[in-house]
C-alpha cells in the first residue's frame, strides 16, 4: 500500500512538472511571437516631424524650428504601417522635371522638394491625372511642365482627380476633353487684337522672371533662384500705332481736326509783376554832427514833402563853434584882404559840409548873430518812408533821420520762367496793365535783367521802369506784365490744345483718314498766342485732332503696349512632356 501510493504520487508530480515546464515554454514563445508585432505597433505609433525651410532640424514631438522658430510638419513618409513598399515622389515647385524618391533641394533652383500627393494611393499605377495651363486651357498634357506659348507651370484638373481603379459611375473618355473644351471657350471668348510685330530690333536683354532686378545681355540663368531669364526688348517700338474710330463714335467724342499751319509768330510772354519803389530816387536825412532836436516838422511815416521844405532844427554845439570861426574870418578879411579871404572860404566851406543851407549861411552874414538851432529842409519831393527820430532826441552822425522817395517813377519787377531768358534781352518793348487802378497799355522797355534766379520758384526776375506821375501805381501792387520778343517766320504752327504734354514727351493725335488715327511724337518750339511751333514730328497740311484727343491717344498708347509685349516674347519652345 505504501509502495504503490508512492509511485502513484512520484508519477503524478512528474505529470505536474512536465506541464509546468511547456506551460512557461509556450509563455516564452508566445511572448517572443509578440515582440515584433509590439514594435511595429510602436513604431506606428511614433511620428516624425520637420522643419519645412530647415529639414535637417526633426523631432519625435510638435514644437518649433530652433532656427527659423516655424512650426514642425508631421512627415508622412513615415506615417504608413508598410513604409517599405510605399514609393514617395517628390519634385520641384518651379521645376517639376526635378523628380526624387527622397526629400531633398532641387538642383536648378535650390528649393526643397514637395511631395506628390497625385502618387499617395493604394494603385498608383492606375491614376491617370490631366494638367492645363491657366491662360491657355487648350494646352494640356499628362504630366507636370509647362505651357508652351506662356511658359506658366501646367496645373492640376480637379475633374480628374479620382482614381481609376476608384471610379463608380462610368463616363465617356471625351468627358473631360468636353469641359476642357468649353472652359478654353469661356477664356477666349473676347477676340485677340491683330497685332503687327515691328521688324525693327531693339536692344535685347535677359531677366529673372522672380528678380527683375538681374538683367543681363547674354542668355544665362538667375545667381538667386536659378531660373532660366526671359528675353525681353528694351526700348519703345518705331512702328505707328493706326486706332480705327468710326464716324458715330467721332461724332459722339466731339473730334474735332485743324490743320498744321506755316506762318509767323511772334514770342510773347505774359507774367504778373509788383509794382516796387525807384531805387534810385530814394533818398536818407542824417546829421553830420551831434546835436538836439529841437524842433521837428514831421511826425508820421507816408507824410508827403517837398522840395525846400523845414524838416527839423538841430542844436549842436559844433555848429556854433563852425559859426563863430565863420564871423571872425569876415572880421579878419576887413584887416587883411589877402588872408582874410582864404579863411573866409575855408569857413564857409565847412558850414557847408556841416549840412549847413546856403540860406542859412547867408542869413549869418547878413545879420552877423549866431544861429542856435540850425534849419534842415527837404533835398527832394516825395514821401517819408521812414522815421527815426522825434522832438528832444540826441542824434550823431551815422543815424538815418528820415528817407524820403519820390514816387513820380517806379520799377516794376516781373518773374519769367528760366526757359524764357534766352531771348529776353534789355530794350524789348514790354505793356504793363492794372485794372484795379484802371491803367491799361501802358508801355515801356526791358530796363535791366537781374543776373541770378530766384532759389525758391526758379524764376527769372526783369526790372521795368514806368513814370508814374499821377501817382496811382502804389509801391506793392500786382500788374499784368506782357513782353513781346522777336518774329519767326516760315515755321509750323498749331493750336496749343492739340497738344498731349506728357513730361516726358509731347504727343499730337494725327488723322491719317477719314476713320484712322495716330498718335504721333512732336518737338515743341516757341509757345505763344494760343499756337506752339512743331520743329520735328509734323509737315504742313496734315491735320492734328483739337477736342477728343485724349481718348484716342490713351487707346493707341494701350495697343502700343500691346506690340511692345508682343515684340518682347521669346519664341515657344516644343513642349517636352506632349
Not at 151 to 173: I, W
Not at 322 to 341: E, F, I, S, T, W
Not at 426 to 434: C, H
Amino acid at each position: 500500500m505504501s509502495l504503490f501510493t508512492a509511485q502513484l504520487l512520484n508519477k503524478n508530480a512528474l505529470c505536474a512538472l512536465s506541464i509546468l515546464i511547456a506551460t512557461i515554454g509556450l509563455g516564452y514563445s508566445q511572448a517572443l511571437l509578440a515582440q515584433p508585432d509590439t514594435a511595429s505597433l510602436n513604431q506606428a505609433h511614433s511620428s516624425h516631424y520637420a522643419c519645412p525651410m530647415h529639414p535637417e532640424e526633426t523631432s519625435h514631438e510638435p514644437g518649433r524650428c530652433a532656427i527659423c522658430k516655424m512650426f514642425l510638419v508631421k512627415d508622412d513618409s513615415q506615417a504608413t504601417d508598410t513604409p517599405a513598399t510605399v514609393s514617395n515622389h517628390y519634385y520641384c515647385p518651379m521645376h517639376p522635371e526635378e523628380t526624387s524618391h527622397e526629400p531633398g533641394r532641387c538642383a536648378i533652383c535650390k528649393m526643397f522638394l514637395v511631395k506628390d500627393d497625385s502618387q499617395a494611393t493604394d494603385t498608383p499605377a492606375t491614376v491617370s491625372n490631366h494638367y492645363y495651363c491657366p491662360m491657355h486651357p487648350e494646352e494640356t498634357s499628362h504630366e507636370p511642365g509647362r505651357c508652351a506659348i506662356c511658359k506658366m507651370f501646367l496645373v492640376k484638373d480637379d475633374n480628374q482627380d479620382e482614381p481609376v481603379g476608384h471610379s463608380h459611375t462610368s463616363e465617356p473618355t471625351g468627358a473631360t476633353n468636353t469641359a476642357t473644351q468649353s472652359k478654353a471657350e469661356r477664356l477666349l471668348s473676347q477676340p485677340l487684337p491683330t497685332l503687327t510685330v515691328p521688324s525693327n530690333n531693339a536692344n535685347v536683354k535677359y531677366v529673372c522672371p522672380m528678380h527683375p532686378n538681374v538683367v543681363t545681355d547674354t542668355p544665362s540663368t538667375c545667381p538667386i533662384c536659378g531660373m532660366n531669364l526671359e528675353q525681353v526688348t528694351v526700348g519703345v517700338t518705331t512702328a505707328e500705332v493706326v486706332v480705327n474710330v468710326s464716324g458715330a463714335m467721332q461724332q459722339a467724342l466731339g473730334v474735332r481736326s485743324e490743320q498744321v499751319t506755316q506762318g509767323s509768330l511772334g514770342k510773347q510772354v505774359q507774367t504778373i509783376g509788383t509794382v516796387q519803389y525807384n531805387e534810385n530816387a530814394i533818398a536818407h536825412a542824417h546829421t553830420r554832427v551831434n546835436g538836439w532836436i529841437e524842433t521837428l516838422m514831421v511826425h508820421t511815416i507816408g507824410q508827403r514833402v517837398k522840395q525846400g521844405q523845414l524838416l527839423y532844427e538841430l542844436y549842436s554845439p559844433e555848429l556854433i563853434n563852425a559859426q563863430d570861426d565863420y564871423m571872425q574870418a569876415v572880421d579878419y578879411l576887413k584887416q587883411d584882404n589877402k588872408r582874410g579871404a582864404s579863411l573866409l572860404r575855408k569857413a564857409r566851406l565847412r558850414l557847408e559840409l556841416l549840412g549847413v543851407s546856403t540860406a542859412t549861411i547867408k542869413q549869418l552874414e547878413r545879420t552877423g548873430e549866431t544861429i542856435y538851432r540850425v534849419p534842415y529842409y527837404a533835398e527832394q519831393d516825395g514821401f517819408i518812408s521812414q522815421l527815426s527820430v522825434r522832438h528832444g532826441m540826441y542824434v550823431q552822425p551815422g543815424d538815418t533821420l528820415f528817407e524820403i522817395v519820390d514816387l513820380s517813377s517806379v520799377w516794376v519787377i516781373a518773374d519769367v520762367f528760366e526757359n524764357e531768358q534766352s531771348w529776353l534781352e534789355p530794350g524789348r518793348p514790354v505793356e504793363v496793365a492794372s485794372a484795379a487802378q484802371g491803367l491799361f497799355d501802358l508801355a515801356s522797355t526791358v530796363d535791366y535783367i537781374y543776373p541770378e534766379l530766384d532759389p525758391v520758384s526758379r524764376a527769372m526776375r526783369v526790372r521795368i521802369k514806368l513814370e508814374n506821375t499821377e501817382r496811382k501805381l502804389k509801391p506793392g501792387t500786382l500788374v499784368d506784365v506782357t513782353l513781346f520778343g522777336g518774329v519767326k517766320d516760315n515755321i509750323l504752327t498749331i493750336p496749343t490744345e492739340a497738344l498731349i504734354l506728357t513730361g516726358r514727351e509731347n504727343r499730337v493725335v494725327v488723322q491719317r483718314s477719314d476713320q484712322q488715327f495716330a498718335a504721333v511724337t512732336v518737338k515743341v518750339g516757341m509757345i505763344s498766342q494760343g499756337r506752339a511751333e512743331i520743329t520735328q514730328g509734323l509737315n504742313a497740311g496734315d491735320k492734328v485732332i483739337v477736342s477728343g484727343q485724349f481718348l484716342i491717344d490713351s487707346e493707341a498708347s494701350i495697343q502700343g503696349s500691346l506690340q511692345r509685349l508682343n515684340s518682347s516674347k521669346v519664341s515657344p519652345q516644343p513642349h517636352a512632356n506632349h
